[in-house]
């Protein structure tokens, strides 16, 4: 498969526990986005990621959420001593480059972590 | 703050009819436009790019843009009940230094079509 994987699909923690949420891109893709669709809500943006690099945060909440994509392996936020209000599902996408003269390449989406927080 | 607006729905069409879905933006330098179709409890699947002002065919989607107008439709032609989803237009402004920006999505419209 040569899709965008995300791993675990679904996740359970109990308030106050960390979440972490994986992501291996489309192969050829080494550009990551995260993505957060609270119940009845749109979908936000949260963070960009290339390689060992955030290019864009504006996203995330100011505390508690990381993110990372390292040189070797797959692109983990990172939610610390959650709350319910973090109940969601946070999606990653991939594409295969940064965009070119003002334009910006398709992204294609994983199938999503489903995060319940009790 | 790049806001995009869609009519939430339900839009109900019926089977072999043309399903058309609107989007308008806020910000006048988006350059990317997106239509992606979004299933219940699955993740949003892309069904049409288009940067340039006027008609972009794919097969039953016809994706419009005008950028004057600051709006992007969508033309669902001989829509089938699989079609029933809900769609999320999605628009992308670059930043500085030419690289891709996270998207900015509308909420959805939910459109049922009828057999």
């Known amino acids: 498969n040569a899709g965008v994987m995300q791993n675990p699909r679904h996740l359970v923690r109990r308030r106050g526990q960390e979440a972490r949420l994986r992501c291996s891109p489309m192969k050829g893709h080494s550009h990551v986005y995260w993505y957060r669709q609270l119940p009845e809500e749109g979908l936000k943006f949260m963070v960009y990621?290339?390689?060992?690099?955030?290019?864009?945060e504006s996203g995330m909440p100011k505390e508690r959420f990381s993110a990372e994509f390292p040189k070797e392996g797959p692109s983990i936020l990172r939610i610390q001593q959650v709350v319910r209000g973090d109940s969601a599902a946070y999606f990653c996408?991939?594409?295969?480059?940064?965009?070119?003269?003002?334009?910006?390449?398709?992204?294609?989406f994983g199938p999503g972590t489903r995060l319940t927080v009790t | 703050q790049k806001e995009v607006e869609q009519n939430s729905g339900p839009l109900s069409v019926p089977e072999g009819a043309i399903a058309s879905l609107n989007c308008t933006y806020s910000?006048?330098?988006?350059?990317?436009f997106f239509w992606y179709r979004q299933y219940s409890g699955k993740s949003p699947e892309l069904i049409m790019s288009i940067y340039s002002n006027g008609d972009k065919e794919d097969g039953r989607f016809t994706a419009q843009l005008n950028k004057a107008s600051q709006y992007v439709s969508l033309l669902i032609r001989d829509s089938q009940p699989s079609d029933s989803a809900t769609y999320l237009c999605a628009v992308n402004v670059p930043y500085s230094g030419g690289g891709a920006d996270g998207l900015t999505f509308g909420k959805g419209t939910h459109l049922i079509i009828q057999p």
């Open positions: 996408a991939s594409s295969p480059s940064a965009g070119t003269a003002g334009y910006s390449y398709e992204q294609y």
């Open positions: 910000d006048r330098g988006s350059q990317s």
């Open positions: 990621l290339q390689k060992e690099n955030i290019i864009d």
